[in-house]
């Protein structure tokens, strides 16, 4: 079989390792991939967001199946498209890719259906929205509604903080038109939880819980992140919430999608909040979370690509999705200055020994090396039989990758090993 992968991030590198496992993939292309993932997949120069000429690819070269992973092209229409070419995918169709791509479409759902979130007012005039944030309860949270390359919420902790978010957001279109309108919503509390889950539009499969860390710092400072780290399972999330979860969150959210006409096919994020009340949803994911996939998919015992199959073709309920039962935890290591600015081309050694515990997220070949190329360069990962045995072992993968600037949190999983 031949497998296209769009993406190019640590995530894709995570996916194409365990698509790999599978004895009938003869070839993965990689669009565009990134160098760190050379020895994985064929890279291939064409952006995620070139949408016409990843379907010319895929039929020149006869793919058998691709899987679309990164947000904007779920929400621009990659699936549909390729689709209509006949080439059978793995992600959800641009009319259900919009409970990620609208936090007004989703907010709007979950309320129309009775799913717990926060409560919250939608604004597309600033000056209505500067009012409303003179009265409302403080911590506030303010959401772009459009996708913001996951920097386009905002927890307001004063007021001058939540009318700063609304003008950069409306006015100064920090995020282009996805600050046309904005979401501002109450402010949860609680342990956070990811949970990742498999769907074919009927059945929900969720996969292992997991908990990300989005502060750039120890301790949880400093800016939000793509992601720092992450363990799974997440401690939290006991099997009284993931019951509930199911049947008040997981299972109505492809109900309401169904009674919409935007049957959900692919990886439906749930990211959460565990409140004294009980869970409530943050936001919806349309895909895989990155860094979430490179703990999740490396517990996966069961063959990826026949999962994926499952949920294009409407058999998940009778596909085997089986986990190991150790832990996970997943240290990003960073070019120093991440989020804010920092310096690429640095020269980036992978020991041999640990190459199959790395995933590339941000890497290019420069004069034959491998050079860093991005904010967010590596996810270390390790697993144990038990939490902090994967923290340990992640953490001595991490002495095993070099590049000058580089900068990694001390701290993923401290806060799970304090729930157990």
Not at 202 to 225: F, W
Request: net charge negative.
């Amino acid at each position: 079989m031949k497998i296209l992968v769009v993406g190019s991030g640590g995530r894709e590198h995570a996916i194409i390792k365990k698509i790999k496992e599978n004895k009938n993939v003869e070839k993965i292309y990689a669009l565009p991939g990134n160098a760190g993932m050379a020895d994985d997949a064929e890279l291939v120069d064409i952006k995620a967001s070139e949408l016409d000429k990843i379907v010319s690819f895929a039929v020149e070269k006869a793919v058998d199946y691709a899987v679309v992973a990164p947000d904007n092209p779920l929400v621009d229409g990659c699936v549909d498209k390729l689709e209509a070419a006949g080439v059978p995918c793995f992600g959800p169709r641009a009319n259900a890719a919009i409970i990620e791509g609208s936090k007004v479409f989703s907010k709007d759902l979950m309320k129309k259906y009775g799913i717990p979130t926060a409560a919250y007012e939608v604004f597309n005039d600033a000056a209505k929205a500067l009012e409303y944030v003179k009265t409302c309860p403080i911590p506030t949270v303010v959401k772009a509604d459009g996708l913001a390359l996951g920097k386009g919420v905002v927890i307001a902790e004063t007021r001058k903080m939540a009318e700063d978010a609304i003008v950069s957001i409306m006015e100064d279109k920090k995020f282009g038109a996805s600050g046309n309108q904005i979401v501002i919503e109450e402010f949860l509390e609680g342990p956070e939880v990811s949970v990742l889950s498999f769907t074919d539009g009927k059945v929900v499969v969720p996969m292992v819980s997991s908990m990300d860390h989005k502060r750039a710092l120890d301790g949880d400072k400093g800016l939000n992140t793509g992601g720092m780290g992450t363990i799974a399972p997440n401690p939290y999330y006991t099997q009284e919430i993931a019951d509930r979860c199911m049947k008040e969150i997981f299972l109505p959210t492809i109900e309401a999608m169904n009674k919409e006409g935007r049957t959900f096919k692919g990886c439906l994020y749930f990211g959460l909040m565990i409140c004294k009340d009980g869970p409530k949803v943050i936001e919806y994911n349309c895909r895989f979370g990155d860094p979430e996939t490179q703990v999740v998919l490396p517990l996966l015992k069961s063959d990826l690509l026949t999962i994926m199959q499952a949920t294009t073709n409407g058999t998940l309920a009778e596909t085997p999705v089986e986990w190991y039962d150790g832990s996970a935890c997943c240290v990003v290591v960073a070019s120093e200055g991440y989020p804010g600015s920092y310096e690429k081309g640095k020269e980036l050694v992978i020991e041999d020994e640990v190459k199959d515990k790395v995933y590339v997220a941000g890497a290019a070949f420069k004069d034959g090396k491998l050079v860093t190329n991005g904010g967010r360069v590596l996810g270390c990962t390790a697993i144990a039989e038990d939490l902090p045995s994967a923290i340990k072992a992640a953490y001595k993968v991490v002495e095993k990758v070099h590049f000058s600037n580089a900068y990694c949190r001390k701290d993923i999983g401290a806060k799970a090993l304090k729930a157990l």
